[in-house]
DNA sequence: TACTATTTTGTAATGATTATAAGTTTATTA
DNA sequence: TAATAAACTTATAATCATTACAAAATAGTA
């Protein structure tokens, strides 16, 4: 995702009417920054360095904060721990078995609406593929 | 899913050089019997009664064991507690934010194939819809 | 029967997430 | 500006699903 400034991140949150705190602003830049799909423990520990009261706890609810303002994702392509995404666009997810790497594909969703069953309403639809990525296969030859 | 023996189950797990213990062989019956992607809690409440000396760690090592063999799959549609589901055809999932029910439908996997991207080997598809059920719908109006 | 391998069980440990309450900062009012 | 209230952050404890571990029970074999 292109950079994005204090200033740019500020009006985002606003927009939302979510107060701009410091701890907001950086965990919504890191995550806008990341494209791993970084867990609570990984976002806490590369926030520590800039924030050192930072809490955990904080992490987790403003997460959920930035849930509920529909600015930011959980992947829960796994079951151990939950992942977040704050890339806006619909797309689908796929973990690499052997590297654990979570890689982000093109997806258009339409493609699946015909196989909503009648009747029901969707609002959230994901996609998670498992095997093993490019990389991987080539490293092992 | 149709009825299905002792013997029935017996054989299953013989195919897949799995020892059909009592516990084993009422835990792979009770997920053919069911249809509502049962948590560990639910088996293993369930089971109980017909098998007091049951453990839940029983519980999670057959499942476990039945994951190995393929004969039962995992839905982590939801990040609290996994769910199992012993229907062997490719199907989607889609949870009711309101009554929690997860439901089955037909998804036909082939569809999203062209989607995988360049050089990636697959193993595994999982498309989950979240959304309101028709019969919430229903009950709603 | 005696021995061995496998399975089951109870208990303790782990680890992610939430609950709670106190401390800190920010906004509002007088 | 000082006092007060609201919002946010933090540390700590609690919860709960899952795993680790070792002992007990069972099945298989000679
Ligand atoms: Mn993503
Ligand atoms: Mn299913
Ligand atoms: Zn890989
Ligand atoms: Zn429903």
Redesign the interface.
Known sequence: MKEMTIKDLTEILKEKNVKPSLQRLKILEFLFKANNHPTVDEIYSALIKDIPTLSKTTVYNTLNVLIESELVK?V????TE?RYDAIPEEH?H?KC?QCGKI?D????MN??DS????????????????????EC?NNNI
Do not use: A, M, T
Not at 76 to 79: F, K, R, V
Not at 105 to 108: E, L
Not at 128 to 133: L, N, T, V
């Open positions: 959980v829960n392509i796994e079951n939950s689908g796929f078995r890689y594909f093109h997806f258009d493609l699946i196989q909503v069953p009648p009747g029901f309403i969707v609002s959230e639809k994901d996609v998670f593929f498992k095997g093993i990525c490019r296969l």
